[in-house]
């Protein structure tokens, strides 16, 4: 699964960014680095693409994001105070693509967003929106064989984001005062067993 492009617009900092990810002629994703100032939108786009990592993965996998109650919360809270100031509407849309080309969409979108918003930066955007002036949130629905696909790949790959509150514990610190601790886990159905959120690399 590769990350194809992205689109912010309103969002945080963010005016308007639109993004088509790099590759190699062997269709192989060249690394990208985002630079910028300070509150400039850095945090707030690596939010859409781990939120994105979310919202797929929890169709994929049953032990993805956090419950409440019947319901599962979102990893990244929607609504207007991620609106950049003084606008009404905003949206981030990821795509991303497997390896038969076959898209998966996100959109995350806060006010009256419609489908020629999405389009003016991402013209083959295919999600639309709800045309209600409120937060929607969704993602391409996965068919069956796909996502037996996509689960293998999840399984076998590496899906994960490293927060700037991320800690490491010291190599020197006794293991018995170590507060990590690691469990092996029987791997169940339907169940990825690893977090995306990683805050040590142990």
């Known amino acids: 699964m590769y990350l194809k492009k992205i689109a912010i617009n309103n969002i945080g900092p963010i005016s308007e960014l639109s993004v088509e990810m790099p590759f190699n002629t062997d269709g192989i994703p060249k690394p990208i680095i ?4 300070n509150g400039s939108g850095k945090t ?14 929890s169709n994929l996998f049953d032990d993805i994001g956090k419950q409440d ?16 100031t003084g606008k009404e509407k905003g949206f981030s849309a990821l ?14 979108k806060i006010g009256d967003v419609k489908k020629d918003d999405l389009t003016k930066l991402i013209p083959d955007f295919v999600l639309s929106t709800d045309n209600k002036n409120d937060n929607q949130k ?17 399984l076998t790959g590496v899906y994960f984001y490293q927060p700037a509150y991320r800690y490491e514990e ?3 610190k006794n293991d018995c005062y170590n507060d990590t601790i690691i469990e ?10 690893k977090e995306i959120e990683i805050i040590s690399s142990l």
């Open 34 to 37: 985002f630079v910028g100032e």
């Open 44 to 57: 707030i786009l690596q939010s859409q693409i781990v939120d994105s990592f979310y919202e797929m993965g």
């Open 69 to 84: 109650g019947l319901k599962r919360n979102y990893y990244k809270v929607s609504g207007g105070l991620n609106l950049q």
């Open 95 to 108: 795509v991303f693509t497997d390896d038969e080309e076959n898209k998966i969409e996100y959109l995350d």
């Open 138 to 154: 969704q993602i391409t629905s996965i068919s069956e064989p796909q996502k037996e696909k996509l689960q293998n790949e999840w």
């Open 170 to 172: 010291p190599f020197w």
């Open 184 to 193: 092996e886990k029987s791997k169940f159905k339907n169940k990825l067993g």
